[in-house]
């Protein structure tokens, strides 16, 4: 099982296409440090006059950390876009050029191929986001130094320097399960369909309406809240609340694994009874 997983992940590492994932997150975080530093301030005294009566600030309000969780809100739509690319593709990939019947031809069982191409996406995703906050971090930091973060969630919340590390880290771990929920729906569309570009843009559907659904909570809507994707990747803002709400989290982590845990299942299923002569 150890070696299957060292060749699936020595696959997943030698394609060009997951460096250019991960190079196209990198450059975002970049450009979204460089635009903060060019017209951040004018953006911030805007947004600011609304409040300046109720508030007296000291010290400088856009510094290295509000950078950071403000480029981390990339997570709603551009990140998950990258990151189905890959996931879309492990399994895809295998029936387009046919390597798929090579691999079973070996003495493997078809649940461990499966378990060993889940390990290597769960990896996957693990660099991809951990790249992506150094790459928003590392350079706001240099940019424009640490200091309290004021964050406009629910009101406006005031976090203290010393606690957004971890707060970063918790919310980093959150969003990493997230999209590993959302990867998992991008590998059994790449199952049933056999077709990377087809599978990227079903689970990109699913975004998509998820999030429109979201945006109409009135009515009838607001029931599916709890079931929308794009619901519960926004929750990892929850750790950046005065107090956390660690109800709510916990309730979208069982989500989230829930999800992962039932589409693994049915990719299970599916791959063990799938005709791979057809």
Do not use: C
């Not at 029936?95 to 691999?103: H, N």
């Not at 790249?131 to 590392?138: D, F, G, K, M, N």
């Not at 009101?155 to 990867?183: D, N, P, W």
């Amino acid at each position: 099982m150890r070696n299957l997983i060292y060749i699936e992940l020595y696959k997943l590492f030698s394609s060009n296409r997951t460096y250019v994932t991960f190079f196209i997150a990198m450059a975002l975080m970049l450009i979204i440090n460089l635009g903060m530093f060019m017209e951040g301030e004018k953006i911030f005294e805007f947004l600011l006059e609304s409040i300046s009566e109720y508030f007296i600030v000291n010290g400088e309000i856009l510094n290295g950390y509000l950078v950071t969780y403000l480029a981390m809100n990339t997570l709603w739509v551009h990140i998950p876009v990258l990151i189905v690319i890959i996931a879309a593709s492990i399994f895809a990939v295998e029936f387009e050029i046919g390597t798929i019947r090579l691999l079973l031809t070996q003495p493997i069982s078809r649940g461990r191929l499966l378990q060993a191409k889940m390990v290597a996406m769960v990896v996957y995703n693990f660099v991809f986001m951990l790249l992506t906050v150094l790459a928003a971090l590392i350079p706001a930091y240099f940019l424009f130094g640490t200091g309290d973060l004021v964050v406009f969630l629910d009101g406006v919340q005031f976090i203290q320097e010393a606690t957004f590390l971890k707060r970063l880290t918790l919310s980093l771990a959150f969003a990493t399960v997230s999209m590993i929920a959302f990867s998992s729906l991008g590998m059994i569309f790449s199952l049933f369909f056999k077709n990377t570009l087809t599978s990227i843009l079903l689970s990109m559907g699913v975004l998509i309406l998820s999030t429109l659904l979201q945006k109409f909570v009135f009515g009838l809507f607001s029931a599916w809240q709890p079931f929308l994707f794009s619901y519960h990747f926004s929750k990892w803002q929850l750790f950046f609340m005065d107090e956390i709400p660690v109800q709510s989290i916990l309730q979208s982590l069982g989500f989230m694994m829930g999800m992962i845990l039932i589409l693994y299942l049915i990719s299970y299923f599916k791959f063990n009874k799938m005709n791979i002569t057809q």
